[in-house]
């Protein structure tokens, strides 16, 4: 099975479709008619190709493209979690897009639909290279099969924090499809701990790749503890995680690009929110050194591409974010400082306000120009602030929608006073989701109750 086109397969697609018909006429001209029947697709890999060392390893490397492309190299449910969330507004005048940044999401949704299939195949891929090491490199170092591990429970938890209950999970065995039946937002939650802890297990050295796993997988555990509402567990797993761990999405000029430079500071159909829908934070105005933000057209937006004043309404002020200013800029989808802020909300379930606001102004101490917190005054302030810190820190990476469905369903807060509510800045009000619906492709699954949501529940 093909994991993902090579580089090489791609050019020889480009030039086959800069062929002039003179060009063609020519190249058919010397082959004989069974010579063109017999030519080689360069797109297809045969099973044969992948069982060897080097083969299983093609299929691992296949995995880590794919993950790239189900979180900042294609648009994801990092960028479309934030949308639907407060971090961003919707720029453009695509219908689906207008769908998830007005909380009425159909299932026939183009752009879910797009992600949904994109982490399923990281998913999968990642499993395939787990068999083939296993299989045909049994001497492969054991950072690599846990990275794919990290791919597997990293992306479970996502879809988990975005999907309502009911996310299916099927598989390719021996070249078939296996279908997979709906499963409980809990069970999904306990599949990717297991993931977790398979990656950890087989993390023994103390190389810069085993420790960069490592470091990874602690944070997905402590995240995924997190949404099992065990704080003091999360703390725990995330333990000895430095601050400034980065586990880096690369992207250049030849390969992929940064969709949040791509889709936000050059095409605008994402501009960073400002109290969106009353409840949103002010993101692109509070001036927060974690969130650089410039206007659109701006002396500081120009020097990196951002020349577009307005969003599609040719009105309303179209704010870009800097975090990731050019095509090439790597994405840090897991930091070390997430480590803190789980440690930090442990504190807080624990009763210890004052542990909990010192472990946060140690953090921010961290990062020029933000100054020292004092004591929000209230447990629900506290929390409220604890989260706000949440959100700078962890702008962008896919964390927002599952933070706000957890105030929800931890901290008892109502769903019209964490989601944006009230009148949608492009006409018409806001809707009631609090979560993406399963996408209605999903049904082509025969299996019973498939494709539909157990629940919608945040």
């Known amino acids: 099975m093909s994991v993902f086109p090579s580089l090489r397969a791609r050019s020889r697609r480009s030039l086959r479709h800069r062929l002039t018909p003179l060009a063609a006429a020519l190249a058919l001209s010397a082959c004989s008619v069974t010579e063109v029947l017999e030519v080689t697709d360069p797109d297809l890999i045969n099973p044969s190709d992948v069982t060897s060392a080097a083969g299983a390893d093609a299929v691992r490397l296949g995995a880590l493209a794919r993950f790239n492309s189900a979180t900042s ?45 994109v982490w399923h195949r990281a998913r999968i891929a990642s499993q395939q290279a787990l068999e083939l090491l296993r299989e045909y490199a049994p001497a492969a170092p054991g950072w690599q099969l846990a990275e794919m591990y990290l791919v597997q429970a990293y992306l479970e938890n996502l879809a988990a924090d975005h999907f309502c209950s009911g996310i299916v999970f099927s598989s390719i065995v021996n070249g078939a499809e296996v279908y997979g039946a709906a499963t409980p937002t809990a069970d999904v939650y306990a599949r990717a701990l297991a993931h977790a802890d398979s990656g950890l297990a087989l993390i023994t050295g103390t190389s810069a790749n085993d420790l960069r796993v490592r470091y990874a997988l602690q944070i997905v555990k402590g995240r995924i503890l997190l949404n099992q509402n065990n704080p003091s567990a999360a703390a725990s797993a995330v333990t000895g995680v430095p601050n400034s761990f980065q586990y880096l999405q690369f992207h250049s000029l ?37 969130l650089p933000i410039c206007q659109g057209n701006d002396a500081v937006c120009r020097t990196i591409g951002a020349v577009r004043p307005n969003r599609d309404d040719l009105s309303t002020p179209f704010y870009v974010q800097r975090i990731w200013p050019a095509r090439e800029t790597s994405v840090a989808i897991l930091v070390g400082t997430e480590a803190r802020l789980i440690e930090a909300e442990a504190q807080l379930r624990a009763n210890q306000p004052a542990a909990a606001l010192a472990t946060l102004n140690a953090l921010r101490a961290t990062v ?35 933070d706000l469905r957890r105030l929800i369903r931890q901290y008892n807060r109502a769903a019209n006073t964490v989601f944006p509510t009230g009148a949608w800045h492009k006409g018409g009000n806001y809707g009631t989701d609090v979560n993406f619906p399963i996408p209605f492709v999903e049904r082509n699954n025969p299996t019973g109750g498939a494709g539909t949501c157990l629940d919608r529940n945040p």
């Open 368 to 402: 020029p120009g933000l100054t020292p917190l004092t004591d929000a005054g209230s447990e629900a302030a506290r929390v409220s602030q604890l989260f706000r810190e949440r959100a700078f820190t962890l702008f962008g990476r896919g964390t927002r929608t599952g």
């Open 73 to 117: 190299g294609d648009e994801s449910l990092l960028q479309l979690g934030g949308l639907f969330s407060d971090e961003w507004n919707n720029g453009d005048s695509f219908i689906a897009r207008q769908e998830i940044d007005q909380r009425t999401i159909t299932i026939e949704n183009s752009f879910v639909t797009a992600a949904d299939r």
């Open 254 to 290: 030849t390969t992929t690009s940064n969709t949040y430079w791509n889709l936000g500071n050059i095409a605008g159909r994402y501009s960073v929110s400002v109290n969106e829908g009353t409840n949103g934070l002010d993101f692109a105005t509070a001036n927060d050194p974690r």
